[in-house]
Nanobody, 123 residues
Framework: QVQLVESGGGSVQAGGSLRLSCAASGRTFSTDAMGWFRQAPGKEREFIAA????????LYADSVKGRFTISRDNAKNMVYLQMNSLKAEDTAVYYCNAGKLRPVVTGIGSIYWGQGTQVTVSS
């Protein structure tokens, strides 16, 4: 059974940092892209960041560029999201996903999703 499990969420003050982790199990994702989305209350799920299978190429939403960094460890089947300079508007449930690059970025198609982890940023 394939699973993606996020961790590392929590509450932090504006300007603070958090590091999210996503552990994949059930199969290896070393040749797949992986990414992060988030969904704030009352809003649609939005793309945050993606990383290709080698880790050499990354893509970010404009809203997080320069503040968030995505990375991966294929040996551990993990993907990470380092979030710095957090703002109140970053408050959301964060989801990781995995699959081919285009579906990972668009959130549409045959991809795996985690169950999400809550990030709350207080101003």
């Amino acid at each position: 059974q394939v699973q993606l499990v996020e961790s590392g969420g929590g509450s932090v003050q504006a300007g603070g940092s958090l590091r999210l982790s996503c552990a994949a199990s059930g199969r290896t994702f070393s040749t797949d892209a992986m990414g992060w989305f988030r969904q704030a209350p009352g809003k649609e799920r939005e793309f945050i960041a993606a990383i290709n299978w080698t880790g050499a190429n990354t893509l970010y939403a404009d809203s997080v560029k320069g503040r968030f960094t995505i990375s991966r460890d294929n040996a551990k089947n993990m993907v990470y999201l380092q979030m710095n300079s957090l703002k109140a508007e970053d408050t959301a449930v964060y989801y990781c996903n995995a699959g081919k690059l285009r579906p990972v970025v668009t959130g549409i198609g045959s991809i795996y999703w985690g169950q999400g982890t809550q990030v709350t940023v207080s101003s």
